[in-house]
């Protein structure tokens, strides 16, 4: 059987201008629309603790 992982790389600064706030609401249709996905954040601003938290 043929599996295929749905990853999700964000590369960039982690501030409210970027949208990725948009990004993790969006991840959450994807999980529930088509089970397991993986998202992957590289990047540092003053939403990093916050992300890391969450």
């Known amino acids: 059987m043929f599996f295929v992982k749905r ?3 964000f590369v960039g600064r982690l501030v409210y201008r970027k949208g990725l706030h948009k990004l993790l609401r969006v991840m959450k ?3 529930r629309e ?3 996905a993986h ?3 590289a990047g540092s601003g003053y939403l990093a603790p916050f992300l ?3």
Do not use: M, P
Request: glycine share 6%; net charge positive.
């Open 7 to 9: 990853s999700i790389l």
């Open 29 to 31: 249709y994807v999980v």
């Open 34 to 36: 088509k089970g397991e």
């Open 39 to 41: 998202l992957t954040i």
């Open 52 to 54: 890391r938290n969450s």
